[in-house]
């Protein structure tokens, strides 16, 4: 299953990635809005969102996007590596 992050910290942006390939997810990780948005979320299986990290626009066309896609989405309020674990636990495929 595939996996979009958004938001966090640059620095963390690795971590973030091997993360989600600990628990067994294809991930890509956005810091910041990116070019035709919409359609790199297209395929999407989850979407994580650092809500602490990322612009009010960019939060409001994924809320949308999501909505409208009915593609499941992860609030995760601090940008820690720790709480990615705990959101993707529940997530992960046995």
Known sequence: MSLVILGGLDR???D????????GFRVKSFSQRV???ARRLR???VIV???GRVSHAMA???FRLARELNIPLVRIKNSGVTGLEDSLKELAVP
């Open 12 to 14: 963390l942006k690795r």
């Open 35 to 37: 070019p035709d948005f």
């Open 43 to 45: 395929n999407v299986g």
């Open 16 to 23: 973030y990635i091997n993360t989600g390939k600990k628990f």
């Open 60 to 62: 409001n066309d994924v």
């Open 49 to 51: 969102l650092f809500t």
